[in-house]
């Protein structure tokens, strides 16, 4: 009985308010939209494979969020490793990545971090490069997919 009333007493102590949970969704799409941000996915085709990018925008037009930061994941081992280090989110920003970096990482991990916290409080993840995701040859035609998507 002492071990249920213990358990019952941590439970709801880990409920309690001012304890945030991150929020964790699962962006299948190359057009995103939810929790106020929207991530839109493109290829940056190059004619040199190894110079093929994968280019994501990442809009937050009500900048809930404070700071950005991606990880790779290899989903059978669970090792991160990161893609984009923790940097400010100013309302739009893109992240370049080599395309041939999801090889061996083909889950991507975007942490969304608040002015006050230091631990994501939203991560919203992928696995792999969206089908959905359009390749582009010329950088007018990829920047003004971007810009229509993301609206």
Known sequence: MRHLAACLIAASLLGAPGATAAETLHGADAVFRA???????????HRDEAKTAVVIRVVDPAKRFAALAVEGVDPFTKQHAPRIAKRPLDGTTDITIARAGFADLPQSELHFYTASSATPALTVYYLGVPDTTPEFV??????????????
């Not at 929790?35 to 839109?40: L, N, R």
């Not at 010329?138 to 609206?151: F, I, M, P, S, V």
């Open 138 to 151: 010329e950088d007018a035609a990829l920047q003004g997919y971007l810009a229509q998507a993301a609206r």
């Open 35 to 45: 929790a106020g941000v929207t991530i839109v996915w493109a290829v940056a085709r």
